[in-house]
């Protein structure tokens, strides 16, 4: 799976939209983008995913640049909840695997 | 609420002993994945079980073992336990092993404390 760089942390004021950006730059034509995120030390969350075209969802918008070696993850308007670790994970489909890679992520901080 | 179930919650021992951390997947998941973080090594995948059957291996050492029962809940075994193993271990679940839409689904975590 290829590595991806993310920010170790941002901050982003409250009803503001936050972006937060991921480079995956190896990242190979059948690898899909996910990001998860983790609100301290519970259970990760997945937010959403994608692999060449812009998804939304009820949570977040995913930004895919054409040449898919970047990615943004917007949450259109922050909340104190939203503060988390996000993790940005490029995943291949494997036969008989389905397991995730996690990084070391973003650490969002929300302020009000 | 995710739908996935682990106990217990904490758990305090000392070195050399043996625990079981126990799963229960959301309903109708086939695959279990274990997962352990601390604080110098991050989120690491340590096992999946699909059906039943051990799918994927990842970081996990031989001192840990687990399996998933008929039911489908798992156990993940932690034997001869040092003090680098206090960590938080996750569970989580997804519908079958495979599929790149597979969302997994995370548990509240088992953070074990090794004394």
């Known amino acids: 799976d290829a590595k991806t760089t993310q920010p170790p942390s941002m901050d982003c004021a409250e009803g503001r939209a936050a972006n937060l950006p991921c480079n995956h730059s190896?990242?190979?034509?059948?690898?899909?983008v996910y990001w998860y995120r983790q609100i301290h030390s519970q259970g990760p969350q997945y937010i959403i995913h994608g692999l060449k075209n812009n998804e939304t969802n009820e949570m977040a918008s995913l930004i895919i640049t054409e040449d898919r070696k970047s990615s943004t993850l917007i949450l259109p308007h922050a909340t104190l909840r939203d503060t988390a670790v996000y993790y940005c994970i490029v995943r291949r489909l494997q036969t008989g695997a389905n397991n995730l890679f996690f990084g070391t992520g973003t650490r969002l901080t929300v302020i009000p | 609420d995710s739908g996935v179930t682990q106990t217990p919650k904490h758990l305090i021992t000392a070195t050399g002993q043996r625990v079981t951390l126990r799963c229960s997947p959301r309903?109708?998941?086939?695959?279990v994945y274990w997962y352990q973080q601390s604080l110098d090594q991050g989120l690491q995948f340590l096992i999946q079980?699909?059906?039943?059957?051990?799918?994927a291996k990842g970081n996990i050492l031989e001192r840990f073992s687990a399996q998933q029962f008929p039911d489908l809940h798992s156990e993940l075994n932690l034997s001869s336990l040092e003090l680098g193993d206090s960590a938080l271990y996750f569970c989580a679940s997804s519908v079958a092993g495979t599929s790149v839409d597979n969302e997994q689904f995370f548990g509240p975590g088992t953070r074990l404390t090794v004394l």
């Open positions: 079980y699909y059906n039943g059957e051990e799918r």
């Open positions: 309903s109708g998941d086939l695959s």
């Open positions: 190896t990242i190979s034509g059948n690898e899909y």
